[in-house]
């Protein structure tokens, strides 16, 4: 391992300007990635993981973010060293997707809905690397098998509204990598992949690692991904870092009380049946006293039968319908009160179309649902939007769940003012 870092970030701060005066978003941050390295940054949803990783490639300023302090020191190799502050938007152009990739935590934002994933994923190598349409689209099909994306020619002439959340957050990840960078930033890089699928993605970032000496920096809340992927370990907590040491130093020998926290909160298997609230979360701050299991009943609440969901294919001049994709086929599961019915397997075999199928958010093409007695299939309309007060969905992506023109408050108290259930 050369001794000069990659990458060096020196008491970084960063403020977010509101209406009603800055927010630190991170206050004062420094630690090193050096060639070879994977530094995994850990920490809760909050405390400036993402915002020092946006920062570094400055592209926290696009959102709302004000770098106002610190140095951001990157090893270009054929230019030199130099501080991220002062380069021009031309060079981080240039800088980005080429030297630093960035796996982006959010997959359905990441990628543009108006392009095909063919060219969203040649467009750095054309730009960055001068290849010809052919030699792009060939580069593009051999990361898609990388990634383990089945029939790539294929999914080349798709959008992505038209692939699951796991396969979008693959395509994201082929992306970062195509034109091999030094530094390699990963958001949350396997939090919509199903765990085969982010064992071979993990493999293939470590070997990427060592054959050409990529820096990772790893940003995650998953403590078994830290212990499988990291050299070292940075752990922040409310904009500032409270720990760092090699990955043995933190997990046999964690000193601030936080990190300990992380560590205790790891949910072992089966550890959660019929139990609370783990310690760690009454450690920090929560106020709610004992909280009590609600025990489940033998009495179905939700009852499917048969259920069967497929989206038609079009093709030619006139987009008739060629073909299907059986998204589900001839589900059958009851739900009993106060119980959870866990529905597993791997990206793109059908889970969340079984969920917006429950609800018709798609609509299904046959079988029955029953809900508390009632037949969702049969529903009209007006019958359906009012029960729909009983059944709710929370979707994987939250970036392209909420309306980014309206503020959080009038996103929560919405249904409520719909359905007029407001209190007070």
Known sequence: ????????????????????????????????????????????????????????????????????????IFDRKDSGVMDLRDADPDLMRTIRGNEIGMIFQEPMTALNPVFTVGRQL?????????????????????????????????????????????????????????CEPRLLIADEP????????????????????????????????????????????????????????????????????????LLAAVPKLGEMRGKAAPEPMKLLGSDQGEIKPILGTDEPLLTVKGLTTRFPVTGGLLRRVVANVHASEDISFTVN???????????????????????????????????DGKGIMEMNQSELRESRLDMQMIFQDPFASLNPQMQLIDQVAEPMRNYGTEIG
């Open 1 to 72: 391992m050369l001794d000069q870092p990659i990458a060096q970030i020196e008491n970084l701060r960063v403020e977010f300007q509101t209406k009603d005066g800055p927010v630190v978003g991170v206050e004062d941050v420094s630690f090193s990635i050096n060639p070879g390295e994977t530094v995994c940054v850990v920490g809760e949803s909050g405390s400036g993981k993402s915002v020092s990783s946006l920062s570094l490639m400055r592209l926290v300023e696009y959102g709302g973010g004000e770098i106002a302090g610190g140095r951001m």
């Open 122 to 178: 040649t467009e750095g190598l054309r730009v960055h690397r001068g290849m010809s349409k052919k030699q792009a689209e060939e580069r593009a099909l051999e990361l898609m098998r990388q990634v383990r994306i089945p029939e790539p020619e294929k999914r080349l002439d798709q959008y992505p509204h038209e692939l699951s959340g796991g396969m979008r957050q693959r395509v994201v990840i082929a992306i970062a990598l195509a």
């Open 190 to 261: 396997t939090t919509a992949l199903d765990v085969t699928i982010q064992a071979e993605i993990l493999a293939l970032m470590d070997r990427l690692k060592r054959e050409t000496g990529t820096a990772v920096m790893f940003i995650t809340h998953d403590m078994a991904v830290v212990a499988q992927m990291a050299d070292r370990v940075v752990v922040m907590f409310r904009g500032n870092k409270v720990e760092e040491g090699t990955v043995e130093e933190i997990f046999e020998n964690p000193q601030h009380p936080y990190t300990k926290a």
């Open 337 to 371: 009160k106060g119980q959870t019915l866990s529905l597993v397997g791997e990206s793109g075999c059908g889970k969340s179309t079984v969920g917006r199928s429950l609800l018709r958010l798609v609509e299904p093409l046959s079988g029955q649902i029953t809900l």
